[in-house]
């Protein structure tokens, strides 16, 4: 159920793309137990004078390779996020060479009725969901 927007600098090749989903799609899976069918996933391409990644006063030095990722779904324990972070880091590194200094995770939550999956219903809230 989490949707996941990556925001990445214009030029990834479409099998880095696929790589970067699907590593991140087992991590979300891993990480807040959501079963495998739920993938919702956009990218959105930028030019490199439309990021501006600072490093927060950390000494990262990120790269054109940088994934700012934001995860919107329902409220998660703490535990489950840390998690995320540390599963998302390794995963992209492993599968898609991205260093974890040029990973940025953000996670936005909401409720049940925040959400509508088609047909004009809110399937949390008429229980199909």
Known sequence: MPLVKFDVVEGRKEYELKALLDAAHQAVV????????????IVYSHKPCEMILADTGLGLERTDAAVVMTVISKSRPEEMKVELYRSLASRLETYCGIKPSDLIVSVIENTGPDWSFGLGEAQFVTGKL
Request: net charge negative.
């Open 30 to 41: 891993e990480s807040f137990q959501v079963p495998e069918s739920d993938r919702y996933q």
